[in-house]
C-alpha cells in the first residue's frame, strides 16, 4: 500500500515531528533507524512498504506526538520515494554535530568569495534530493534558487519548515516559468550582489522535450547562465553535494570557478558544458538523468 506524502512538510503534525526532532537529544538513535531505513530502502525497495512504516514508528517513540501511526506511514512513503535527504540534511546541519562530523566541505576557503555575493552557483542537479540551497544556507551562504512547476513547490514546502535564522538565506525561490520576468529579475538579483542557484542539467539533452522549461523558447539554461555572467562580470562557481558510501556522510565539492574574463558567452556556455559532463562521467551513477542522455548526449567540441 503506497500512502499520500504530497503534503508531508506542510502538514501541521509534520512541522511539530520537524521540531521535536531538531531539539531532541537522540539524535544518534535516530540516525540509526535512519540508517536502517535507507539499508531496506536499497534492498527491499517498495516490496517492504510496511518494514519502512515498523522503522519509521521506533524513530516516532522519541517524540511525544500524537498519531504516529499515520505519520510513521507518511514518512517511510516519503522515505521510500527518496526525496528525504533534504529533511535529514537540514535537521543535523543545525547541530554542531553534523558540521563537525558528517560534513566534508572539499576546497572550503572558496566560501568567502561566495559570501560577497554577485555569484552564480550552479550543480549539476540539486544534489541528493533539494539539500544544496539548504546546506549552503547552512554555511550562512545567501542563495535564490531557480525552480518552477512541482519542483519550486517542494522547495518552498521545505522553506515553510525552517528556521527563520536560516530562512534569511534563502529568501525566495525564484520561479522561471516566465523567461521575460525571470530574465529581468535574475538581472536584478546579481546587480544587488545576490546569488542565484541555477541547475543546467538538461541543457545536456539532444531533444527539445528534454530541454528545461527554465527560460523556455529563449535560450538554454546553461547559455542564459553564461548571458548573465557576461552581462554583470559574476562569478560562476561550480558545486556539487552527495552523499558519500559511509552514510550518514555528505561532501560539499567546490570547483574551480568559471574565469570568464575575455570569453565570449558562447565560451562561458561551452565550460559549463564541459564541466558537467566532466562530473558526470566520474559519477554517473549518483545523477539520475544520467540514463536519459548517457546514450545520445551532446558532445562539446
Known amino acids: 500500500m503506497i500512502y499520500d506524502f504530497s503534503m508531508y512538510l506542510s502538514d501541521l503534525d509534520d512541522q511539530r515531528l520537524f521540531q521535536v526532532l531538531k531539539k531532541s537529544n537522540q539524535l544518534d538513535l535516530i540516525w540509526k533507524e535512519i540508517s536502517l531505513i535507507r539499508q531496506i530502502e536499497i534492498n527491499e525497495k517498495k516490496e517492504n512498504i510496511q518494514d519502512l512504516v515498523t522503522i519509521a514508528s521506533k524513530a516516532m517513540k522519541f517524540t511525544n506526538l500524537k498519531n504516529q501511526e499515520s505519520l510513521s506511514k507518511k514518512w517511510a512513503n516519503y522515505i521510500l520515494f527518496q526525496e528525504t535527504d533534504a529533511i535529514f540534511v537540514y535537521l543535523f546541519s543545525q547541530t554542531k554535530c553534523f558540521l563537525k562530523n558528517n560534513l566534508i566541505i572539499i576546497n572550503e576557503e572558496k566560501l568567502n568569495d561566495i559570501k560577497r555575493g554577485n555569484t552564480i552557483i550552479f550543480s549539476p542537479h540539486w544534489g541528493d534530493f533539494y539539500s544544496i540551497p539548504i546546506i549552503l544556507a547552512s554555511l550562512k551562504i545567501q ?17 515553510d519548515v525552517m528556521l527563520s535564522s536560516l530562512k534569511k538565506y534563502i529568501t525566495e525561490v525564484l520561479d522561471t516559468s516566465n523567461p521575460v520576468n525571470a530574465l529581468f529579475k535574475l538581472d536584478n538579483l546579481l ?19 528534454y530541454r528545461t522549461k527554465y527560460l523556455d523558447n529563449f535560450f538554454p539554461v546553461a547559455y542564459g547562465l553564461a548571458a548573465l555572467a557576461k552581462r554583470n562580470n559574476s562569478n560562476i562557481q561550480p558545486v556539487t553535494f552527495t552523499r558519500i558510501d559511509d552514510f550518514p556522510h555528505y561532501e ?3 570547483y574551480s570557478k568559471i574565469n570568464i574574463k575575455d570569453m565570449t558567452v558562447g565560451q562561458i556556455n561551452n565550460n559549463i558544458h564541459r564541466l558537467i559532463n566532466s562530473i558526470i562521467v566520474k559519477t554517473p551513477e549518483k545523477w539520475w538523468y544520467w540514463y536519459l542522455f548517457s546514450k545520445n548526449r551532446i558532445s562539446i567540441n
Do not use: C, Q, W
Open 143 to 159: 542563495n535564490v534558487p531557480l525552480a518552477n512547476g512541482d519542483e519550486g513547490e517542494h522547495m518552498r514546502s521545505i522553506l
Open 191 to 209: 546587480k544587488n550582489s545576490k546569488n542565484i542557484l541555477e541547475f543546467p542539467e538538461y541543457t545536456l539533452g539532444p531533444k527539445p522535450k
Open 252 to 254: 560539499l565539492r567546490f
